[in-house]
């Protein structure tokens, strides 16, 4: 649905208006296109404290935005990254001023400010307190920049580990993420390079455009993942970093989950579109756009799991859980079976079917899941405790299972939790509450569901695991 008001403030008399009556002055977001795929402009290197993150400058130069140190005379950074892993005192967070006070003003609209974080010291409260100060620095700068300018935090445990993460936050991808603290981890001890999950020369990554009627015949004969026992190592192409994996997404006939198989298809991935047999048409339709296959199926099937791995006998390298509902009425107007049918879809098919595709060793080594929450999960929202519960429930499955996963099927489990994103799900909200949902974020508008699938397709190429990752343009909900 056309966001009026922000189409308005980008004509001449609607910035006038806007302006002297001081209200949100959304700028339009520099989104990924293949025309234009990365920042514009040169990325600034700045270190705060003492060590400097050894590789920084190398791995910055392999996301392809090799950093300057110096003056950048009369251009405007494109991003800034501030190394802050060195900050080990409170004394010591006076170079985060001092390094980012001069630059922050020139900083190109849409531009980009990312600050490495070390993990916080259980044995050092001193480096605790110094690193977790960052957060509240973050998350305030990502409120003052304005100007379509996002700021992040990353605490890694080493340059090489931050790579993919830093492709992402330093690309048109991660338009709508903003105020965000991303833990990076070292996969390597579960086998996994630093940056990828493993990939694979694969016999054929081929679109397949032909879908099947059920769920028994949804993938070729004999097709193969990426990440099946006897494939062949290699790093993938930084452009298609998902060849030769098979990806499922669920509730892919519409929405974010169509943005999601889109995505996921350009990376590379052959996508297998699921949804409910009702909206087959429109699976359908996805499918031969994005030269995958259909598995019409409702999620919410006793034996889900059973079908999707009977339907892909070659496993899956990504499993996104995206379909969800919303049966909204407050609690003393809310009947039982409003309540039970969102826990179902949106919270007990998503345990389900991972159990069984992890168990059955459907979802391969190397593998990545992600599913759906909301910041309804994170804030609360009245009317919505059966949703809010549900997506709630979805960053306790994540956080209990990731590092189990890891460990036990060298597989990552993450979650996005997207804000307010332009979709058949926010058209039906009240017009009123659709207005704030669109403003009351840092970047004054509401998320398209490109920006949801761009963060999905990071978390099923990165070295992050048990993260829960907010697409919202930094909301003010439950911040
Ligand atoms: N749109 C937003 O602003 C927003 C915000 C936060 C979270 N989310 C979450 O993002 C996900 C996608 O939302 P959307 O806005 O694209 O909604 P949507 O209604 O456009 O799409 C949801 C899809 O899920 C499918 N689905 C529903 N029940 C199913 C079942 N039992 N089995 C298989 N498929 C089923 C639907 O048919 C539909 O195609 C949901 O999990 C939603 O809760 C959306």
Not at 22 to 28: D, I, K, M
Not at 156 to 178: H, M
Request: aromatic share 4%.
């Amino acid at each position: 649905m056309a966001d009026r008001y922000a189409t308005f403030t980008h004509t001449a008399p609607g910035r006038f208006l806007t302006r002297r009556l001081g209200l949100p002055q959304p700028v339009p977001l520099r989104r990924w296109s293949p025309l234009r795929p990365a920042l514009e402009g040169p990325v600034l290197l700045l270190t705060a404290g003492d060590i400097p993150l050894p590789g920084l400058h190398e791995s910055l130069t392999r996301t392809g935005l090799p950093p300057h140190n110096g003056p950048l005379g009369s251009r405007r950074p494109a991003a800034v990254v501030l190394d802050a892993t060195g900050v080990s005192t409170v004394a010591a967070l006076t170079d985060v001023h001092a390094t980012l006070h001069p630059v922050v003003r020139s900083i190109a609209p849409c531009g980009r400010v990312v600050v490495l974080g070390a993990p916080l010291s259980p044995a050092d409260h001193h480096q605790a307190a110094a690193q977790q100060a960052l957060e509240g620095f973050v998350r305030s700068l990502g409120k003052e920049l304005g100007g379509g300018r996002t700021v992040q935090l990353v605490r890694t445990p080493s340059a090489p580990a931050a790579e993919a993460t830093l492709r992402f936050l330093l690309s048109p991808k991660s338009a709508y993420v903003s105020g965000q603290v991303v833990e990076v981890g070292d996969l390597s001890e579960y086998g996994e390079s630093a940056e990828y999950a493993e990939s694979v020369e694969s016999g054929g990554c081929a679109a397949d455009s032909a879908y099947a009627g059920g769920a028994e015949h949804a993938v070729r004969a004999g097709e193969a993942d990426a990440t099946a026992p006897g494939a062949v190592l290699q790093l993938p192409h930084p452009a298609r970093p998902l060849a030769g994996r098979t990806a499922l997404v669920t509730g892919a006939a519409h929405g974010i989950g169509t943005a999601v198989a889109e995505v996921l298809a350009r990376d590379g991935a052959h996508v297998v579109v699921l949804d409910v047999p009702s909206a087959e048409p429109d699976l359908c339709r996805v499918a031969e756009r994005v030269g995958g296959t259909a598995l019409p199926l409702d999620i919410t099937a006793d034996d889900a799991g059973e079908r999707i791995a009977a339907a892909l006998p070659g496993g899956l390298g990504v499993l996104v859980h995206n379909a969800g509902i919303t049966r909204d009425r407050r609690l003393t107007n809310m009947a039982a079976d409003r309540w039970s049918s969102v826990l179902d879809v949106n919270l007990t098919s998503v345990l389900r079917t991972t159990d069984f595709l992890l168990k059955s060793g459907t979802v391969r080594r190397g593998g990545r899941i992600v599913a759906t929450a909301s910041i309804a999960g994170l804030a609360g929202n009245a009317g919505q405790t059966n949703y809010a519960a549900s997506k709630a429930g979805i960053v306790g499955f994540v956080r209990s299972l990731a590092p189990r996963a890891l460990a036990e099927h060298g597989v990552t489990v993450n979650a996005v939790a997207p804000g307010f994103i332009e979709s058949r799900m926010t058209a039906a909200v009240p017009m009123l509450i659709r207005q704030a949902g669109r403003r009351m974020n840092s970047l004054g508008q509401g998320g398209l569901p490109v920006d949801v699938a761009e963060t999905t397709a990071w978390l099923a190429t990165g070295a992050v695991n048990g993260q829960v990752i907010r697409v919202c343009g930094q909301s003010l909900l439950g911040a």
